[in-house]
């Protein structure tokens, strides 16, 4: 077996379906639509979300599930929108705890009925600043705000992912049979000129989408076993440069993302799911 059939195998195998998201900066969508520091669907029976000492979340994100190609990941109605913390640089991330809904949300709407208007949630929606910086801190840097357009698509295991590791070095183990590697640092301490050129080539751009592998640029949460139920990507939003400058970007162009159990999914509660951003 060749280094690249190696590589086009592996692609093949745990291949998860995924949507790729393209954001178009700069265009006002409607209340019910999905977008990207918008504006956003709240029902008159609702309240914007806060953390646990009242302070309000900033919007980040809303996905409409009527707009996505036909799919297994989400619900076929209803919207799924995203909140974190704008009053300081964490932007809601519990690195102790990265499921705990102290500082985040993710909240399904079943069906669109009654809701606030722009004029409206314009005097509501007032999220918490940082009290130092006097001013909201965030990862949207410009271009907002952001319409989506949907691509439905497939992923391998990306080599940042925690299942990434085990597969990789029992299928490397069928290729190089004469060279047993083991889980672990060893793993990318082969020596075989092959094996870096191998990795490097299974790990894709990254990109903004719903399902798949997602991305990290440190380590993946979910190596720890309290965390590895929560196996579907429900949302990942990448840094992403624009004409001049990055539109989006989290810390040193990172990456934001949002997993649920099978269970959270099935049930459409995503009550303390886990949400986690990093940067380089």
Not at 77 to 103: A, E, H
Not at 236 to 263: P, R
Not at 264 to 277: A, I, M
Request: net charge negative; proline share 4%; aromatic share 16%.
């Amino acid at each position: 077996m060749t280094v690249k059939t190696f590589i086009e195998e592996f692609k093949k195998i745990e291949n998860r379906e995924t949507i790729k998201i393209k954001l178009i900066s700069k265009t006002k969508t409607p209340l019910t639509s999905s977008n990207v520091a918008g504006w956003f669907y709240l029902p008159k029976t609702e309240a914007i979300p806060t953390t646990d000492r009242g302070e309000q979340l900033m919007y980040l994100a809303q996905i409409n599930c009527e707009e996505l190609p036909e799919n297994s990941i989400y619900p076929s109605k209803g919207i799924v929108q995203f909140w974190i913390f704008g009053g300081d640089y964490n932007l809601g991330n519990d690195y102790r705890k990265p499921t705990s809904d102290r500082k985040k949300r993710v909240i399904y709407y079943p069906a669109i009925g009654e809701h606030f208007t722009e004029e409206e949630l314009t005097e509501m929606y007032k999220p918490q600043e940082d009290k130092k910086e006097d001013e909201l801190i965030t990862p949207i840097n410009d271009g907002a705000p952001f319409a989506m357009s949907f691509e439905k698509t497939s992923q391998w295991v990306m080599p940042n992912d925690f299942r990434f590791e085990e597969l990789f070095v029992e299928k490397l183990n069928e290729y190089i049979a004469d060279r047993q590697t083991e889980v672990g640092y060893e793993t990318y301490d082969v020596n075989d000129e092959d094996v870096d050129y191998i990795i490097e080539e299974l790990d894709i751009s990254n990109h903004t989408q719903i399902g798949g592998y997602g991305h990290f640029t440190q380590e993946d949460p979910r190596c720890y076993e309290d965390f590895q139920d929560y196996t579907e990507l429900l949302f990942q939003l990448d840094s992403e440069f624009g004409t001049d400058d990055y539109y989006i970007l989290w810390g040193d162009c990172g990456v934001g993302n949002f997993f649920a159990t099978k269970e959270q999914l099935h049930n459409l509660d995503f009550t303390e799911c886990l949400y986690s951003w990093d940067c380089y």
